[in-house]
């Protein structure tokens, strides 16, 4: 693989997973404040297992 055409696609390929994995995560550090200000259960739903109750 000596193209740098394959190189620069790899490379953007990398980034926007990046860019999408810091997005999620932003976005859910956003959404957690203001869902529970508006009431929104599934912002802090507590998964318990079956086998732990």
């Not at 000596?2 to 995560?25: E, G, K, N, S, T």
């Not at 599934?42 to 109750?53: A, H, Q, Y």
Request: zero cysteines; glycine letters at 6%.
């Amino acid at each position: 693989m000596q193209d740098p055409h394959a190189y620069r696609l790899i490379a953007d390929a990398v980034l926007l997973l990046h860019f999408a994995v810091v997005a999620f995560v932003v976005g859910g550090l956003v959404l957690v404040p203001v869902g529970n200000m508006r009431h929104w259960r599934w912002v802090n739903f507590n998964f318990t297992p079956p086998t732990t109750r």
